[in-house]
């Protein structure tokens, strides 16, 4: 009898696992025997499979994003933050800003992150300048334009703020990639050259020059919205005169 029991409970097994991740059982009776059946791989397949479909969404994210993660992708996508923990514990992430957590050996994107934090601030003038590679230095503090309007505290970043009309904050923002190849958002050239001759007294006179000689140089550069710009912002006159003492 011991024998018949021990084949009926492999049977029963066999079966018990093909169903067990929908219906928990704890034993079978049958021919009047009692057959116990620990279901904990019941449980830890469940709890498994779950970890192992948060382990995916959290490395495809990863991966995506050139080696960062955000807490609100996180809680977007439903991801218990007890993952993101154990990762910073394991040494897997390290947490780089506010919400802002990078994979080790990936590049510390100064100007993505902060622009994460501060999604309504618009790189312009020198950082700007830089992001479409009109000079070659990187600025050694980070500037940004931000709508009249705007209140926020930037803690202990260190940046010069310019505050622009409502109307006139949205001119000519664009997006480009850093160099290490995060998106973030500045203004297209024409409008940073715009900036550039509106506010030339306080712009240092070698960026100034190396900034403009590098526009007309491009090939990318676009005269006609320069000067629709440059009539947005009462700066017509400058331009002109700009342009015809520098090229003639």
Not at 85 to 107: F, P, Q
Not at 214 to 221: C, G, I, P, V
């Amino acid at each position: 009898m011991d024998k018949i029991a021990e084949s009926v409970q492999d049977i029963i097994n066999q079966y018990i696992q093909k169903i067990s991740r929908e219906i928990k059982i704890e034993k079978v009776i049958l021919f009047g025997y009692h057959f116990p059946f620990k279901l904990n791989f019941w449980y830890n397949n469940r709890v498994n499979g779950k970890q192992n479909v948060y382990q995916k969404k959290i490395n495809d994210a990863i991966n995506k994003n050139n080696g960062i993660v955000t807490t609100s992708y996180f809680d977007k996508n439903k991801i218990p933050r007890v993952y993101l923990t154990k990762m910073v514990r394991e040494g897997l992430l390290t947490r780089v800003g506010r919400g802002i957590y990078l994979s080790h050996g990936a590049d510390y994107d100064d100007y993505y992150f902060f622009q994460l934090t501060y999604k309504k601030c618009i790189y312009s003038y020198t950082s700007s300048l830089f992001l479409h590679n009109l000079i070659d230095k990187i600025p050694e503090i980070k500037e940004i334009t931000v709508s009249n309007n705007y209140n926020a505290n930037f803690r202990d970043e260190e940046l010069f703020v310019h505050y622009e009309k409502k109307e006139l904050f949205q001119i000519g923002i664009t997006e480009v990639k850093t160099i290490f190849s995060n998106p973030v958002k500045t203004y297209n050239i024409e409008r940073t050259i715009c900036d550039l001759i509106k506010n030339r007294k306080t712009i240092d006179s070698e960026t100034f020059v190396k900034g403009i000689n590098n526009y007309m140089r491009s090939k990318d550069k676009n005269i006609n919205r320069l000067m629709e710009y440059a009539g947005l912002f009462k700066i017509e006159e400058k331009t002109v005169e700009l342009l015809e003492v520098l090229y003639g």
